[in-house]
């Protein structure tokens, strides 16, 4: 049954807010994944804040050009599917390159490539972004950098009054030496 215009048109809008909301997308080309299997890889996805989209090609490249984004012509061929972040897209591309070898999808689903920032990304640089640190690895290591001066601050301190207490004791050793003493 054939979609309707307005339908393409909701469909469209649809997409441009997905498209609003992200920072990057993944292009799969897929084949043959059963419901579950398709399941299982969107709630993996889910859990890096991104999402799994399976799109007619027309209007997802009418999408991206309303929303402004560059349309990879070339890789809205055939049955693809799109992985897009919303603001993590080390976080969805990594999840989504460790499911693929995980379940043994190799045959089934290609990374073909994507766009981030702008940017044009052939599966080697979706690769290579998927290495990037997350943002949670990001806020971890921030966290560690806003501490450890404080950590650092807190030592001098432990170490000075450690200092001024043992010489308080020890003028409290010779006061009473001096005292117990006969004169």
């Known amino acids: 049954m054939p979609i309707t215009r307005e339908r393409k048109q909701e469909l469209v809008a649809s997409y441009v807010d997905i498209l609003n909301e992200s920072d990057g997308f993944v292009i799969v080309q897929t084949q043959g994944l059963s419901v579950s299997q398709i399941e299982g890889l969107r709630q993996v996805i889910r859990e890096q804040n991104g999402r799994y989209l399976v799109a007619k090609n027309t209007l997802m490249r ?4 309303d929303a402004g984004w560059i349309v990879p012509e070339d890789l809205l061929v055939g049955p693809v599917a799109i992985v897009f972040a919303s603001d993590n897209m080390p976080g969805v591309s990594k999840a989504l390159l460790k499911h693929i070898e995980d379940e043994n ?7 073909t490539g994507g766009i981030m920032s702008g940017e044009l990304l052939d599966a ?7 290495k990037l640190p997350t943002l949670e690895e990001i806020r971890a290591q921030f966290a560690g950098l806003v501490v450890s001066p404080a950590q650092g601050l807190v030592n001098v301190i432990e170490q000075a009054t450690g200092g001024v207490v043992n010489v308080l004791q020890a003028y409290v050793e010779k006061h009473d030496e001096s005292a117990g003493a006969p004169a």
């Open 62 to 65: 009418r999408a991206l050009e």
């Open 105 to 111: 999808f190799e045959e089934k689903m290609q990374v």
């Open 124 to 130: 080697r640089q979706v690769d290579d972004v998927s």
